[in-house]
């Protein structure tokens, strides 16, 4: 039997990358999926890649970072699939490896904007509808950076440092009322992320300091598999955490 026959799932950033395979597996597994990028295009094209092997899913534009598109998201998601079940907030941008002196107001509202905004919107306007459906589950995509000071710039260790906190804080408080709140903490992905990004010749220095001991990076696919296992019933004692997902980079 597939793990996720008959729920609800959505996916931000779903265009590409590590919102692209979990889409795509989610689907496989039997969800409904509803996809969310900030670029149309390509979540039309997932969506043609999950019709055309069986699934069941729809799509809609949106910049994650206002408040008002993740309500629209919300809406479109109860109206065609007239419930929630899944939350997967996984879209994100870098820094540049930005050190704090050379963060720039834009720079920080971006980051802060998309990657914590985002996150900290569709939760607040997901979890009523888990506590309406008695059931729920975040998956909030978090970073090695939100462990550790040394593999992005200020303002992206900031956002994943603080998407951990609120991982555990809606973890702990929701508890009692069957709703989950988990977070993926990945080290080197090879995703568009960091196309056309021009890094900060410091911050980057200062990121490589360490890298040496790094192993190669995750497939998309093989974060796709662990949000999976936390989706399912098979994590069901798993709540407020944090799964590393690595390869080892954070062991030394």
Known sequence: MKQLSQK??????????????????????GAKVMLTDIHQSNIEAVAAEIRANGGMVACIAADISVKGDVQLVMKHVHNTFGTLDILVNNAG?????????????????????TNL????????????????????????????????GGRAGAAYTASKHAIIGLTKNIGY?????????????????????????????????????????????????????VALFLASVKSSFING????????????
Do not use: H
């Not at 929701?174 to 960091?194: S, W």
């Not at 890094?199 to 990121?207: L, T, Y």
């Open 8 to 29: 609800v799932a959505l996916v931000t950033g779903a265009g590409s990358g590590i919102g692209k395979a979990i889409a795509k597996l989610f689907a496989e597994q």
């Open 93 to 113: 941008v870098m820094d540049n490896f930005t050190p704090v002196t050379d963060v720039t107001d834009e720079l920080w509202e971006k980051v802060i904007g």
């Open 117 to 148: 905004n985002g996150c900290f919107f569709a939760c607040r306007e997901a979890i009523p509808l888990f506590l309406e459906s008695g059931s729920g589950t975040v998956i909030n995509i978090a970073s090695i950076s939100g462990f550790q």
């Open 173 to 225: 408080q929701y508890a009692d009322k069957n709703i989950r709140c988990n977070a993926i903490a990945p080290g080197g992905v090879n995703t568009n992320i960091v196309f056309g990004m021009e890094p900060n010749p410091f911050g980057f220095e200062r990121m490589n300091a360490g890298t040496g001991n790094a192993p190669g990076a995750a497939a998309p696919e093989a974060i796709a598999e």
């Open 241 to 252: 955490s944090v799964l590393t997902a690595d390869g080892g980079w954070t062991a030394y």
